[in-house]
T-cell receptor
Framework: DQQVKQNSPSLSVQEGRISILNCDYTNSMFDYFLWYKKYPAEGPTFLISISSIKDKNEDGRFTVFLNKSAKHLSLHIVPSQPGDSAVYFCAASPPTSGTYKYIFGTGTRLKVLA | DTEVTQTPKHLVMGMTNKKSLKCEQHMGHRAMYWYKQKAKKPPELMFVYSYEKLSINESVPSRFSPECPNSSLLNLHLHALQPEDSALYLC??????????????FGPGTRLTVL
């Protein structure tokens, strides 16, 4: 039972355009969400996070939007650059403090075309 | 120092071997994690240590044995593994402040192949 889903396994975008990566979750009690980027043969790198009390968080070219009623979050990358080509994982954290347990989605492979 | 290091980068072992994976961080983080990642799958949590004590074991087989000798080090001892245990093993760390709102920082992983 996949509690965090990324329904698009891959996405191609032209350099300079916007990349939108989507993530859906099933547990309305999740209260913290993160996006990680992963290059081949490397560990995931933290990108940006958002807590459930917010609906938007911005950091440079990266913005995460949270729609709690739809149980949906998205990552916007503007403008997209070839170096952004990687696999992007969203992750959600259950509400119980101290468990430190993230549940990861299956990932979306982003390819930014020069 | 803002990174998590893991050794070795690659490991090939037979099913009767005993080996260990090592993880180190010097960010003052008090929570450390082991994940397993198979190809084209998300990372799966195996173990969590909080303040050097095992706090989560996700029903991992006993052929995987974690150890946290101090707040900076985390080991994963491997014995009698199966070929299906071949995967990328990721270590991560995070601050512990009583809140779950702490991002985890990952190491580069150890690529394990069991023959």
């Amino acid at each position: 039972d996949q509690q965090v889903k990324q329904n698009s396994p891959s996405l191609s975008v032209q350099e300079g355009r916007i990349s939108i990566l989507n993530c859906d979750y099933t547990n309305s009690m999740f209260d913290y969400f993160l996006w990680y980027k992963k290059y081949p043969a490397e560990g995931p790198t933290f990108l940006i996070s958002i807590s459930s009390i917010k609906d938007k968080n911005e950091d440079g070219r990266f913005t995460v939007f949270l729609n709690k009623s739809a149980k949906h979050l998205s990552l916007h990358i503007v403008p997209s650059q070839p170096g952004d080509s990687a696999v992007y994982f969203c992750a959600a954290s259950p509400p119980t403090s101290g468990t430190y347990k993230y549940i990861f989605g299956t990932g979306t492979r982003l390819k930014v075309l020069a | 120092d803002t990174e998590v290091t893991q050794t070795p980068k690659h490991l090939v072992m037979g099913m009767t071997n005993k080996k260990s994976l090592k993880c180190e961080q010097h960010m003052g983080h008090r929570a450390m994690y082991w994940y397993k990642q198979k190809a084209k799958k998300p990372p799966e949590l195996m173990f969590v240590y909080s303040y050097e004590k095992l706090s989560i074991n996700e029903s991992v087989p006993s052929r995987f044995s974690p150890e946290c000798p101090n707040s900076s080090l985390l080991n994963l001892h491997l014995h009698a593994l199966q070929p299906e245990d071949s995967a990328l093993y990721l270590c991560a760390s995070s601050l512990t402040s009583g809140s779950s709102y702490n991002e985890q920082f990952f190491g580069p992983g150890t690529r394990l192949t069991v023959l």
